[in-house]
């Protein structure tokens, strides 16, 4: 009795054993899932974003704010996908110390076209304005002009502001707290 218990304890073993080491027939075929482009969704806007600084200038104290809103009423940006944006206004208000206003003026894309080239002229949106610095008797801007969705493509220009209230803009190089400060703004919406 033992042995015919042995007997089939070792048949098993070797059923098992044959079982396992049989090779297994692997399919050729190979499965993937079709390939579908992504489909634009809503219209994408930037949060609005208000900053005032306040500075010192020729001598007296001024309070620079500005501040950036999405506008319906401006034309949308299309990307490669068909993807809609809306374009930015902001609005930049320079007041004095007793609260009265030395400037107050609405900036859209347009009012920088003649610095951009086709590209951004279509598909760019304006990003922001950042106060950047006193310089001499000038306030230095940075303005941020960039495709929606794209942090290394943008066209910086130099906005200043004289004593008189003249503007001057100019090609510019995005200095990089300017660009972290621009990034900060979008990182919280």
């Not at 048949?11 to 692997?26: D, N, P, R, Y």
């Not at 075929?29 to 219209?43: G, L, R």
């Not at 944006?85 to 320079?94: A, E």
């Not at 942090?151 to 906005?159: G, N, Y």
Request: glycine share 4%; charged share 30%.
């Amino acid at each position: 009795m033992k042995y015919a218990i042995s007997l089939f304890f070792v048949a098993g073993v070797m059923m098992l054993g044959a079982t396992a080491c049989k090779e297994k027939k692997q399919s050729e075929d190979i499965i993937v899932t079709k390939y579908e482009p992504e489909k634009p969704k809503a219209p994408v806007k930037m949060r609005t974003d208000v900053r005032s600084t306040d500075i010192t200038w020729q001598g007296r104290q001024y309070v620079v704010c500005i501040a950036r809103e999405p506008a319906d009423s401006l034309p949308m940006v299309t990307d490669e996908i068909g993807q809609k944006y809306v374009d930015n206004r902001v609005s930049m208000r320079i007041s004095r110390s007793d609260s009265t206003v030395f400037m107050q003026k609405t900036f859209t894309k347009a009012s920088f076209a003649s610095y951009l080239n086709d590209d951004f002229r279509n598909r760019g949106v304006l990003e922001n304005i950042v106060f950047h610095e006193v310089d001499g008797k000038k306030l230095e801007f940075a303005v941020i002009i960039t495709h929606p969705d794209a942090d290394d493509e943008f066209i910086p220009l130099e906005l200043s502001i004289d004593p008189m209230g003249g503007l001057t803009i100019e090609q510019g190089t995005l200095l990089d707290d300017e660009r972290d400060d621009l990034d900060d703004a979008d990182e919280e919406e």
